[in-house]
């Protein structure tokens, strides 16, 4: 029944001209609303936001007088210009100690390798000599050991020998003792009276010889022995050269470790040199990156220390925009949606740009002293959540944003 009624009523109503005006503005306004509401329904906005972006600080790596500064405030630069100098010259001084410290290492290693060679070689050779005397000692025991037994087999024959000479002698004289009354008497011929005589100095003459060989025997035994005892001394004394010579090794690897300390000393020295160049490299301190100089604190003559801030540079051509939004306007916000940033300090130009990245946890929780919710009494407060919009960097050739500026930032969530 309504919309009969209705259709009665625009019916009429464009039976006149008058009628269809009204008709067509009504559509238009209903248009206009309808795009207004389908476009600020389809946004999240927030004020909350500022132009982000690096700031590289420059910091002395040595300490030292500053001997010149090459660059002032708000000065662009770009990446290897030189922007400080440092005073150079105890950095010289302590390169010359260094590098003669160096010399010196090396010179030390040099003689410590080539007497650790000369050393290692006649510690080798008194080892090799230490023995080849104790074997030769021990042959010489061996040897006049054996001589020893031979001497006192010869001294067993000589004694025997003269034993029986004695007997031999006993006889002929008993013979001859027994013969020469009878030859008095007539009783035994001359002849073989002769004949004991001469058997008797024959035997005297084998006991004198058999009495020879005996004390030649006992000389010849006196002589090994006398032998053996000087080599029972040589391999005493060639054992203690062993025994000396027998620490041969250690004093080999006391010398490889000499020498292995004299390298480990000329690397610690190549490495103070090393250190030494690059603290001098060190004074001459260069820009990084491209930017703006910023902050500079640093002037000619003072006496600056390792890690002190000197200024630091501002690339303005990589720059984008922080904003924090209530996180009840997440639920929309996604990576690659479009965004419109309106600069204050332009008078609200506007940049386009696109959402990045959104933060892992709020700003909250990134402060000096987070919210502690488990104590105390507790009030639901909205928290903002950082969201990052890069800037198409073609709409800023003159590098017009500055990091800290603030801005509006609307995100298009359709």
């Known amino acids: 029944m309504a919309d009969r009624t209705l259709t009665r009523l625009v019916a009429r109503l464009g039976s006149n001209g008058r009628g269809r005006w009204i008709i067509a ?3 238009i306004v209903l248009v206009v609303i309808a795009a207004a509401w389908i476009r600020l329904s389809g946004r999240e906005t927030t004020d909350d936001a500022q132009i982000d972006g690096h700031i590289a600080p420059i910091a002395a790596r040595i300490g030292g007088s500053v001997a010149t500064v090459l660059v002032h405030d708000n000065q662009t630069v770009q990446a290897g210009d030189v922007l400080v100098k440092i005073d150079t010259r105890d950095l010289e001084v302590s390169l010359a100690k260094v590098q003669a410290d ?14 650790g060679a000369v050393n290692t070689t006649v510690a080798s050779s008194q080892l090799a000599g ?13 040897l006049a050991e054996r001589d020893i037994e031979a001497a006192t087999a010869k ?23 027994r013969l020469e009354p009878l030859v008095k008497k007539d009783e035994v011929s001359h002849q073989q009276f002769d004949l004991a005589v001469t058997s008797e100095a024959a035997a005297s003459a084998s006991l004198d010889s058999a009495h020879a060989a005996v004390i030649e025997a006992q000389k010849a035994i006196d002589i090994a022995r006398n032998r053996k005892s000087q080599a029972e001394n040589r391999v005493t004394q060639a054992s203690s050269s062993v025994d000396a010579a027998a620490t041969v090794p250690a004093q080999v690897h006391a010398i490889q470790a000499n020498a292995e300390s004299a390298d480990a000393r000329v690397a610690q020295e190549e490495a103070a040199v090393a250190q030494a160049k690059l603290n001098l490299e060190y004074a001459t301190i260069r820009a990084p990156i491209a930017g703006l100089v910023s902050r500079k604190t640093v002037e000619v003559g003072q006496i600056v220390q390792p890690g002190q801030p000197l200024m630091a540079l501002v690339p303005l051509d990589k720059v984008w925009v922080t904003a924090n939004f209530k996180e009840t306007q997440l639920s929309a916000i996604r990576p690659g949606q479009e965004a419109s940033i309106s ?17 892992a946890a709020t700003g909250a929780r990134f402060s000096l002293l987070p919210p502690e919710n488990a104590s105390g009494n507790f009030v639901k407060v909205v928290q903002r959540i950082p969201v990052k919009i890069v ?18 930032a609307t995100v298009f969530t359709r």
Request: proline share 2%; no cysteine; aromatic share 2%.
């Open 391 to 408: 800037i198409d960097t073609s709409q800023d050739p003159q590098h017009v944003l500055r990091p800290g500026m603030s801005v509006e």
């Open 25 to 27: 503005g009504v559509l």
């Open 130 to 142: 230490a023995k080849a005397e104790q074997l030769n000692a021990r042959t010489g025991v061996e």
């Open 102 to 115: 160096l010399d010196e290492a090396r010179a030390t290693a040099k003689a410590a390798h080539a007497g």
């Open 343 to 359: 600069v204050d300090a332009y008078g609200g130009r506007t940049f386009k740009g696109s959402v990045d990245s959104i933060a």
């Open 155 to 177: 001294l067993s024959a000589a004694e025997a020998r003269q034993r029986e000479a004695e007997a031999n002698l006993a006889k002929a004289t008993k013979d001859r003792e």
